[in-house]
């Protein structure tokens, strides 16, 4: 019994046991290596949707090893599910000794600069008018200009057209006017009868913040101006126009001549006569005079009046009324934003344009306008996303509209923005520009009242945002509306051909939007007076 088939029985035992372990072993090995695989593949799959706490944590380290301190991007901002969008992240956590660009799985679906055939246009800019009864006057004569341009542009169609007029705050001197109901309307009636293309208005501090009632002020604000684009889709403009003319009507008309004719006319003439006169036994001799009737005829000439009717031309002053009747759109793609519709977006030839609400009002708290702050980052990210889907290439250019200076409390905006266009591999070295977020981006506003070009984001030791501009309009009243002028893709690069103009160059250095000041700062207000006569002083200044 000590052997079992010739084995004996310890070498048995020790076989068994020699084949558990193999057994342990293999399974150990089949466990790590599917262990592994699965890791990998719930890393790479889309349709596995990834594991929230690895995708975390790689974020972490990325910011670990790059030594992130700037400004990053608000954690709370939505990201449109339909757009493709950058990562941020890179798609492996390996080590990094040297980091140096972290690239983005973000890739443009087209070229960044645009593709296809865009037409050249314009737009007009101003803000900070009307303050005193003198930027009225003058807005009414600039409104005339835009008229007489726009006609000459509707004449040659090679000519760049204009788009529509941009006011980027401050219709009046809040602290005047307390913003009464009055100064609003008057504005609005100004535009929608005056101006031949839409104008769009935002909000400015003095038409809200310098009232007693910044809240109330907005409301009435929003009510009049939010929409106001619509009214130029069925505009109607009547001009009077007073020329000397020559005038055929029918006049009585008087006549005189000189009429001679026969008269028969009797005169006396004095007869003297001798007489006797006896008076008793005396007769004496006496001279009588008397008077007889002599009739004789003689020619006289008298002024006779005709008066008949006939046809009489005249120069005179003559008032006619000039009806104009356009339809006036903005490009397909304007809309507004659904919680903020003070905010609108628009693209033309391969530019977004769009507004952002920069004004923090009296009754609004620092918490507060951190979220509107967030919202109008995520509303421009929105629709730079949205333009990419659409015409599967990133802008040209991005022209930001808003009302303040780059103030303390609006900077994180910009900020805020920055961290979607760059990376920050490190605290010394600025990291690149994202792919495909190459593009200019401008900033365009007033308050400041003084024409200016800020480049300084693009010297930032924390920003660096080398195709960034801050542009700053003149106020209104001193000064002729900004044409800024946007290149064709078929048009020769824009240069500076003269000193009241500025060039923005594209990615390429190759000129692409161009402003004209026009002169700048008026010089000769009764030489420009005399060019548009001012028909009136609005009832609002009558008694200034």
């Not at 006396?268 to 006169?277: D, H, I, N, R």
Request: net charge negative.
């Amino acid at each position: 019994m000590g052997k079992v088939s010739g084995i004996s029985r310890k070498k048995l035992v020790r076989i068994g046991v020699g084949v558990v372990i193999g057994i342990i072993v293999v399974v150990a090995g089949i466990y790590a290596i599917s262990a592994n695989g699965g890791s990998g593949g719930s890393g790479g799959s889309g349709d596995d949707g990834g594991d929230g706490t690895t995708s975390s944590s790689v974020g972490a380290d990325e910011d670990t090893v790059a030594g992130n301190t700037g400004t990053s991007a608000p954690t709370n901002l939505r990201v449109p599910e339909t757009t493709k969008l950058p990562t941020f992240a890179p798609t492996t956590i390996a080590p990094i000794e040297n980091p140096t660009t972290l690239a983005p799985t973000f890739k443009p679906t087209g070229a960044p600069t645009g593709e296809g055939h865009y037409e050249k246009f314009n737009f007009l800019l101003m803000g900070d008018t009307p303050y005193v009864p003198k930027d009225e006057k003058n807005l009414h004569l600039q409104f005339q200009e835009i008229r007489d341009m726009v006609d000459d542009q509707l004449a040659d169609p090679s000519l760049s057209q204009s788009l529509f007029v941009m006011h980027v705050g401050d219709i009046q001197l809040g602290k005047k006017t307390n913003c009464e109901d009055v100064y609003f309307h008057m504005m609005q009636r100004m535009v929608t009868q005056l101006s031949p293309i839409p104008v769009l208005v935002i909000l400015g501090d003095n038409d809200s913040n310098d009232c007693d009632n910044s809240n109330k002020a907005k409301k009435i604000f929003d009510s009049l101006f939010i929409g106001l684009e619509d009214h130029w889709l069925d505009w109607v403009f009547h001009q009077n126009f007073t020329n000397l003319e020559e005038v055929t009507r029918l006049e009585n008309v008087t006549t005189w001549k000189n009429v001679t004719q026969l008269v028969t006319v009797t005169t006396q003439v004095p007869v003297s006569e001798t007489v006797s006169v006896t008076l008793g036994n005396m007769t004496n001799i006496e001279n009588i005079t008397t008077t007889k009737n002599v009739t004789s005829t003689k020619p006289v000439t008298t002024m006779e009046a005709l008066t008949k009717t006939e046809q009489v031309v005249r120069l005179e002053n003559v008032t006619r009324t000039h009806v104009t009747e356009r339809s006036v759109s903005l490009p397909p793609s304007f809309d507004r934003m659904d919680d903020m519709p003070q905010n609108w977006a628009m693209d033309k030839s391969g530019v977004l344009m769009l507004s952002v609400d920069l004004i923090q009002l009296n009754h609004v708290n620092d918490n507060k306008f951190t979220n509107i702050i967030d919202k109008n980052v995520q509303w421009t990210m929105d629709k730079i996303y949205a333009f990419n889907e659409t015409h599967a290439h990133m802008p040209r250019a991005v022209i930001l509209f808003g009302h303040p200076i780059r103030k303390s409390h609006v900077r994180p905006y910009f900020e805020k923005l920055n961290t979607y266009f760059y990376q920050e591999p490190g605290p010394l070295v600025r990291g690149g520009m994202l792919p495909g977020m190459d593009f200019p981006v401008v900033y365009m506003h007033g308050d400041g009242h003084n024409w200016d070009v800020d480049t300084r984001l693009q010297e930032s030791s924390t920003l660096n945002w080398r195709l960034f501009y801050d542009i700053m309009c003149d106020q209104g009243g001193n000064a002729p509306p900004l044409i800024i002028e946007i290149r064709g893709t078929e048009d020769p690069p824009f240069i500076q051909e003269r000193k009241d103009q500025f060039v923005i160059s594209d990615r390429f250095g190759e000129g692409l939007i161009r402003f004209d000041r026009r002169g700048g700062t008026y010089t000769d207000w009764l030489v420009y007076e005399d060019r548009y006569p001012w028909p009136k002083i609005h009832p609002v200044f009558e008694n200034e």
